[in-house]
């Protein structure tokens, strides 16, 4: 009897610890780039998060992906960032009804949010009601040890697929690299660049 008992507590246990999710870290990609005066920066990107529901602009219906960021400047020098996206909505797909908007937010991002749904950003609506026809632009100087998060929602036109995306650094020049489906591209969208 008093083995069976101990095996009862040990299943409990096990079952109740079991239960308890590890803290998902959403990451989906992280890159170390490196300079040639051997400055280097590390970059995460995330994993996609939302478009439990849909944001309409003048008549025409949009879902989205929430994605965030992490700069973190590894040099012992500052680093200036600098964001671009154009205002034109991009036609990536094989679909020339299909099309994405790109935003870089100046909204703060932090890893207590990483477990929130749309990993804590709300303005979602308003963000595509004022900004939808103008370039997002985001700057920041970035300093030694130091790290910078930031979101990046983007909005989707009648195309469908799971989405993926990264910040890609060659040379100096930033590249959003954004899948969705089977279809891929490279945006040029900015630059890193180290305070010598």
């Keep these: 009897m008093r083995l069976f008992t101990i095996f009862i507590l040990a299943l409990s246990y096990l079952n109740s610890n079991g239960q308890i999710n590890p803290t998902r870290n959403w990451v989906d990609s992280e890159v170390k780039y490196t300079d040639s005066a051997g400055n280097s920066v590390m970059i995460t990107n995330s994993l996609p998060k939302g ?29 200036e960032m600098a964001i671009k996206f154009p205002c034109d909505s991009l036609t990536i797909f094989k679909s020339a009804e299909s099309h994405i908007k790109i935003f870089a937010t100046k909204d703060t991002m932090t890893l207590a949010k990483i477990q929130l749904g749309d990993y804590g950003l709300t303005n979602l609506q308003s963000i595509l009601d004022v900004e ?24 989707i036109h009648e195309a469908r697929g799971t989405a993926r995306a990264a910040f890609v650094i060659t040379g100096h020049d930033l590249f959003y690299k954004i899948s969705i489906g089977s279809d891929t591209t490279f945006i040029p969208c900015g630059h890193l660049v180290f305070k010598n």
Excluded: H
């Design 132 to 155: 939808i026809n103008q370039s997002s632009i985001l700057k920041k100087t970035i300093d030694p040890k130091e790290d910078y998060f930031f979101y990046v929602p983007v909005f």
């Design 51 to 79: 478009g439990g529901d849909y944001k309409y602009y003048n008549g025409k219906k949009y879902s989205y992906v929430i994605f965030w960021t992490r700069v973190n400047n590894q040099s012992a020098t500052q680093m």
